[in-house]
T-cell receptor, first 114, second 109 residues
């Protein structure tokens, strides 16, 4: 079974631009979660989507948004980029998104904002 | 406030020198505790899930245990390839995961 894939793997943007990251979950998985990882803060939860609906949301500004498609693929968008948005963005999928469901991570997208 | 704390932040071991990593949590209604391994520049790799106090899981040189307020990841006779950052996460009140900041393990040949 193929794992979680994320595209692109690396991205360089300048302040004020916007960016869209993509995540394809493991086949059959319906829940997709997004995380931001930085050296100082560790993994911070952004949001979770299940069956095309945002089910949980972390404590990030509205510049961070996402969506999920009917095939469970998910995209994350960051508008008006700031230097502090430079991070590794990780996507994780789980099968039903239910009770104690293990999350499997993709390789991440490394975003650098100049 | 609910919190996940991992200690130590960094650990250097000689090859073959066994040790333990700690993950303590102050959450109510724990539904699961997860251990991951992360290599530089890569996504976390799933290791174990623990659901209830007293539970233990083993995989090669790793053994994870869970009590009511903390979990330990025991590493027996580590090898250089065990060098990585080990992350602990807890799940409660729905599907949201809360991660600790990790323990960076270096095993010296």
């Amino acid at each position: 079974k193929a794992g979680v894939t994320q595209t692109p793997r690396y991205l360089i943007k300048t302040r004020g631009q916007q960016v869209t990251l993509s995540c394809s979950p493991i086949s059959g998985h319906r829940s997709v979660s997004w995380y931001q990882q930085t050296p100082g803060q560790g993994l911070q939860f952004l949001f979770e989507y299940f069956s095309e609906t945002q089910r949980n949301k972390g404590n990030f500004p509205g510049r961070f948004s996402g969506r999920q498609f009917s095939n469970s693929r998910s995209e994350m968008n960051v508008s008006t980029l700031e230097l502090g948005d430079s991070a590794l963005y990780l996507c994780a999928s789980s099968s039903a998104g239910g009770f104690t469901d293990t999350q499997y991570f993709g390789p991440g997208t490394r975003l650098t904002v100049l | 406030e609910d919190q996940v704390t991992q200690s130590p932040e960094a650990l250097r071991l000689q090859e073959g020198e066994s040790s333990s990593l700690n993950c303590s949590y102050t959450v109510s209604g724990l539904r699961g505790l997860f251990w991951y391994r992360q290599d530089p520049g890569k996504g976390p790799e799933f290791l174990f899930t623990l659901y209830s106090a007293g539970e233990e899981k083993e995989k090669e040189r790793l053994k994870a245990t869970l009590t009511k307020k903390e979990s330990f990841l025991h590493i027996t006779a580590p090898k250089p390839e065990d060098s990585a950052t080990y992350l602990c996460a807890v799940q409660f009140r729905g599907n949201q995961f809360y991660f600790g900041t990790g323990t960076s393990l270096t095993v010296i040949p």
